[in-house]
């Protein structure tokens, strides 16, 4: 059992390249998350999916767009990367209330973490 | 304008004794606070969460304590194990917005020998 699988691990961009990062989750969740890390800003969310064939915004969603075509994978796109962009990302996903208090508790990956120059 | 803030970037503390990380909120609506802890080079892991109709949830080691008047939450873990060396995230989430889960800066605990 995988759990969340992010890909790439690690990336290096020069500034105005375009890229993909990948999210597979393979726990049937129906909620799916982008966020990124940054030090002193705790977890940032980018963008968010309440299942197949939606999308909507987070905290954070300015120059990055994402899909999620099928139920277990969310894509995060940069379509023009900046230094400001430069962070860890991590994708998580979960399905509501399953926590035994009734909170969403997110399953994490292991981070993908990218480097624009 | 943070809605879950950890004011404390780091603390150390000595093997066997009490751990406790603070997380304040602004955010009333909040129906379910979490802790995730998260170790080097890997994704954060969930910890313990409590319902806001709760003051308390143990579980093992690990205690959460709610005081919603002062809109603050602690986490203690006793005793202290150096395999709790991590970085720890408060998070809290509204039932009517689910999917949005808004997370703390972190505090990075460090338990020594």
């Known amino acids: 059992n995988a759990g969340v699988t992010q890909t790439p691990k690690f990336r290096v961009l020069k500034t105005g390249q375009s890229m993909t990062l990948l999210c597979a989750q393979d726990m049937n969740h129906e909620y799916m998350y982008w966020y990124r890390q940054d030090p002193g800003m705790g977890l940032r969310l980018i963008h968010y999916?309440?299942?197949?064939?939606?999308?909507a915004k987070g905290e954070v969603p300015d120059g990055y767009n994402v899909s999620r075509l099928k139920k277990q994978n969310f894509l995060l796109g940069l379509e023009s990367a900046a230094p400001s962009q430069t962070s860890v990302y991590f994708c998580?996903?979960?399905?509501?209330?399953?926590?035994?208090?009734?909170?969403?508790?997110?399953?994490f990956g292991a981070g993908s973490r990218l480097t624009v120059l | 304008d943070q809605q879950v803030k950890q004011n404390s970037p780091s603390l150390s503390v000595q093997e066997g004794r009490i751990s406790i990380l603070n997380c304040d909120y602004t955010n009333s609506m909040f129906d379910y606070f979490l802790w995730y802890k998260k170790y080097p080079a890997e994704g954060p892991t969930f910890l313990i969460s409590?319902?806001?109709?709760?003051d308390k949830n143990e579980d093992g080691r690990f205690t959460v304590f709610l005081n919603k008047s002062a809109k603050h939450l602690s986490l203690h873990i006793v005793p202290s194990q150096p395999g709790d060396s991590a970085v720890y995230f408060c998070?809290?989430?509204?039932?009517?917005?689910?999917?949005?889960?808004?997370f703390g800066s972190g505090t990075r605990l460090s338990i020594r020998p």
């Open positions: 409590i319902s806001s109709i709760k």
């Open positions: 998580a996903s979960d399905n509501p209330g399953q926590g035994s208090s009734g909170a969403n508790v997110l399953t």
């Open positions: 999916s309440v299942g197949e064939g939606t999308t």
């Open positions: 998070a809290a989430s509204a039932r009517s917005s689910a999917s949005k889960i808004i």
